[in-house]
């Protein structure tokens, strides 16, 4: 069994910076990429930015320039600098494997004043 724990999300003035954290556990072989995809009250579930197995690393245009992923082995970061109230949503982790997709539990981000 894979289990995804996120952390560091939280409540942040516009402008400033959070870092969420996603450890993976289990029966992990084959990581092809880590993830992180969000969803606003209201919305659809949108990607956020990916890593692949090899460093490749893709972001949605709303955050490049502000959103930094990274990894470490079986953990994935993402550094959120720069945050603006419509950056407000729940962060979901998500994990492929080979043959198999795996997500978190999700971690609230809000952006106010």
């Known amino acids: 069994q894979v289990q995804l724990v996120e952390s560091g999300g939280g409540l942040v003035q516009p402008g400033g910076s959070l870092r969420l954290s996603c450890a993976a556990s289990?029966?992990?072989?084959?990581?092809?990429?880590m993830g992180w995809y969000r969803q606003a009250p209201g919305k659809q579930r949108e990607l956020v930015a990916t890593i692949t197995s090899g460093g490749s690393t893709n972001y949605a245009d709303s955050v490049k320039g502000r959103f930094t992923i990274s990894r470490d082995k079986n953990t994935v970061y993402l550094q959120m600098n720069v945050l603006k109230p419509e950056d407000t949503a729940v962060y979901y982790c998500?994990?492929?494997?080979?043959?198999?997709?795996?997500w978190g539990q999700g971690t609230q981000v809000t952006v106010s004043s």
């Open positions: 998500r994990l492929l494997i080979l043959g198999a997709d795996y």
């Open positions: 289990g029966r992990i072989n084959g990581i092809k990429a």
